[in-house]
């Protein structure tokens, strides 16, 4: 008997939505580590980190600083330099070049040695932007 293909993507749909929950908890975020949700960034615990007035995330660091993010959410993220998803340039601050991190994944930035201000974003999910402003 051939099972209809609606049935098929619909039991794959429920499975998705059923199986995230049923998994082993993820690793909770150390203090100062920026969290990477599904559509956004935690910065709850995250010095000198605010929401700007249009609601991204502002994180100031001085040059020597670095970053340092956790995936805890089960979603995979790509990270780099640029704004709405869409990439800029190379070398753009210390997001060089692209970052792919999957659940608990952890990933610290080199150094951020020039001031100025950064836009980050995750290419996976373009609503996920941020700005670093690396003061002196």
């Not at 749909?13 to 690793?27: D, E, F, G, Q, T």
């Not at 150390?30 to 615990?45: A, L």
């Not at 249009?54 to 040059?63: A, K, S, Y």
Request: aromatic share 4%; net charge neutral.
């Amino acid at each position: 008997m051939k099972v209809p293909p609606v049935l098929v993507a619909a039991a794959l749909v429920i499975a998705a939505l059923v199986l995230p929950a049923a998994a082993a908890p993820l690793n909770s975020r150390p203090p100062g580590v920026i969290g990477m949700g599904h559509e956004g960034y935690t910065i709850n615990g995250v010095p000198n980190a605010r929401r700007g007035s249009d609601g991204i995330p502002v994180i100031t660091i001085h040059r020597g600083d670095v970053l340092r993010f956790q995936n805890d959410s089960r979603w995979v993220h790509i990270i780099g330099p640029g704004s709405r998803g869409l990439l800029a340039g190379p070398g753009a601050g210390a997001m060089t070049p692209l970052r792919m991190l999957e659940e608990n994944d952890v990933y610290a930035t080199p150094a951020w040695t020039t001031p100025g201000e950064y836009l980050i974003t995750c290419t996976v999910h373009p609503e996920m932007n941020a700005k670093v402003v690396v003061l002196p």
